[in-house]
């Protein structure tokens, strides 16, 4: 029985893993100072991996498929940054989930409320990575802050497009995984 639980927690992970790095396959460009940004689903994929496996095994799957598509895709500096990054933006949502007491209390407005929390969260974190890289890439301060705010659009798009698409894809993945799982969100 416990060795049916463990296979079955690696294959969600992978599972989820494989779904995110195939959800940031699917992007479009943007145009940026710093760095080659696009709007992708894997936000949305990570975040759901969170929501659905709970925090430790969602933030390793979501994390996960973001770090092997970095690393395959050639952002391999990125890959590190962007696996943590799951783990605090995840832990936000985790956070106002247990303190809304979302497991008990599943209305539509404590989920808007969780999902809003992970996106400020990603938005504060990408903003200051792109800040710090353009720094690291040499630029001073002024033209620093010039690049962080034409990366802006393309982070608010994917904040935007990670809070549609979990608002509506989380309560149906959840009401069908709910009782079959029997993964407790930790």
């Not at 783990?87 to 808007?112: E, H, M, P, S």
């Not at 990670?162 to 993945?173: A, E, G, K, N, Y």
Request: charged share 10%.
């Amino acid at each position: 029985m416990k060795e049916d639980r463990v296979t079955l927690t690696i294959v969600l992970v992978a599972f989820f893993a494989a779904i995110t790095f195939v959800a940031t396959s699917i992007q479009v460009p943007m145009p940026s100072l710093i760095g080659k940004p696009f709007v992708h689903l894997g936000n949305a994929a990570a975040l759901l991996s969170v929501l659905l496996l709970g925090y430790k095994r969602g933030a390793l799957a979501g994390g996960m498929g973001l770090a092997i598509f970095d690393l395959t895709h050639n952002y391999v500096l990125d890959a590190p940054y962007y696996f943590f990054e799951v783990f605090v933006v995840g832990g936000a949502a985790i956070l106002v989930a247990r303190t809304l007491r979302y497991q008990r209390n599943r209305q539509t407005v404590n989920l808007v409320l969780i999902i809003f929390s992970a996106i400020i969260t990603k938005f504060i974190t990408s903003t200051l990575h792109n800040f710090v890289m353009a720094l690291v890439k040499g630029l001073t301060v002024q033209p620093a802050i010039a690049a962080t705010i034409t990366s802006i659009i393309p982070t608010i798009v994917n904040c935007i497009i990670t809070m549609i698409v979990v608002l509506i894809v989380f309560p149906i993945l959840d009401h069908q995984l709910h009782g079959k799982l029997m993964m407790s969100h930790n």
